[in-house]
């Protein structure tokens, strides 16, 4: 079993609609990381969190330290949001190295 | 754009060769961080770097190694590659010394194709 997991692997919607991508962790964490990265390879930090709940835009990021689970909701999705969506943790505090889950391929119809 | 430079974005090469990566970081980021995204594997993360010293290791092959330079520009030598090797690898920096208190800035990556 991988230490970050991530749900679904693959996720189809229609242009508009509210998304949720899923991360479920199995080890203790110091950070959480969210990246985006596009067809064309490049990768982009969108969050980083160790608590609570983090807002840009139309991306929202929550953490449940306790339950060991973060959640990326894109509200009001649109085409350009289509990409693959990481989620990667630090397991240890002082340890810096990040364990990264397989990612999570969004498709946006328009 | 991120502020992190990777050359060259492509490389093809052939079994048994050596390679040098090259990334600068954003500039006044002392930490440089390498990745290598498989198919098979995913994103793994190989080595970083704070202020011109080692400072975290994790799947890297004993065939490869890194270094930073006082400029605190990086660079991945990759020796005796394998086919196994071909793979995207991305160079990203921050300001201070791990991804659990600052977020991460991501060149686009160097293409390795091992034939």
């Known amino acids: 079993k991988n230490e970050v997991e991530q749900s679904p692997q693959n996720l189809t919607a229609q242009e508009g609609e509210f998304i949720t991508i899923n991360c479920s962790y199995s080890?203790?964490?110091?950070?959480l990381h969210w990246l985006q990265q596009h067809p064309g390879g490049g990768i982009v930090s969108l969050f980083m969190l160790s608590s609570g709940k983090k807002k840009h835009g139309r991306l929202i990021a929550t953490i449940n330290i306790q339950e060991k689970h973060s959640s990326l909701h894109i509200t009001a999705s649109h085409p350009r949001d289509s990409a693959v969506y990481i989620c990667?943790?630090?397991?240890?505090?002082?340890?810096?190295?990040?364990?990264f889950g397989t990612g999570t391929r969004l498709t946006i119809i328009p | 754009d991120s502020g992190v430079t990777q050359t060259p974005k492509h490389l093809i090469t052939a079994t048994g060769q050596r390679v040098t990566l090259r990334c600068s970081p954003r500039?006044?980021?002392?930490?440089v961080y390498w990745y290598q995204q498989s198919l098979d594997q995913g994103l793994q993360f190989l080595i970083q770097?704070?202020?011109?010293?080692?400072?975290a290791k994790g799947n890297i092959l004993e065939r490869f190694s890194a270094q930073q330079f006082p400029d605190l520009h990086s660079e991945l030598n990759l020796s005796s590659l394998e086919l196994g090797d071909s793979a995207l690898y991305f160079c990203?920096?921050?300001?201070?010394?791990?991804?659990?208190?600052?977020?991460?800035?991501f060149g686009n990556g160097t293409r390795l194709t091992v034939t």
């Open positions: 990203a920096s921050s300001v201070v010394g791990g991804p659990y208190n600052s977020p991460l800035h």
């Open positions: 770097y704070y202020n011109g010293e080692e400072r």
């Open positions: 500039s006044g980021d002392l930490s």
């Open positions: 080890v203790g964490i110091s950070a």
């Open positions: 990667a943790v630090i397991s240890n505090f002082g340890n810096e190295k990040l364990t």
